[in-house]
Nanobody, 127 residues
Framework: QVQLVESGGGLVQSGGSLRLSCAAS????????IGWFRQAPGKEREGVSC????????YYADSVKGRFTTSRDNAKNTVYLQMNSLKPEDTAVYYC????????????????????WGQGTQVTVSS
């Protein structure tokens, strides 16, 4: 069964850090580009980052650049999103998604090209 499972969300104070995990089962992540997305109540889904395994390149939304970092552990078939200097506006449900491509597409942030999605994990940042 193909599955992506996010974990690591929770409640944190402004300025704090969290690390989200995205564990894959039923397929190997090393031939997939991995995106992270978030959706806050009443807002549209937002692309946070996309990581290409082939060359290690990662793209970030301007809103998180310099604060969030994506990494992979292919041995664990897991991708991570390290979130530092969190702000209340980072509060959202965070999702990981996988697309069968060695590279992130030009429209990686749109979300339409991804093959698999996780169920999401809640991140709440208090002021």
């Amino acid at each position: 069964q193909v599955q992506l499972v996010e974990s690591g969300g929770g409640l944190v104070q402004s300025g704090g850090s969290l690390r989200l995990s995205c564990a894959a089962s039923g397929f190997t992540l090393d031939v997939y580009a991995i995106g992270w997305f978030r959706q806050a109540p009443g807002k549209e889904r937002e692309g946070v980052s996309c990581n290409s395994n082939s060359d290690g390149s990662t793209y970030y939304a301007d809103s998180v650049k310099g604060r969030f970092t994506t990494s992979r552990d292919n041995a664990k078939n897991t991708v991570y999103l390290q979130m530092n200097s969190l702000k209340p506006e980072d509060t959202a449900v965070y999702y990981c998604a996988a697309v069968a491509s060695f590279y992130c597409g030009y429209s990686w942030y749109a979300g339409s090209e991804y093959d698999y999605w996780g169920q999401g994990t809640q991140v709440t940042v208090s002021s």
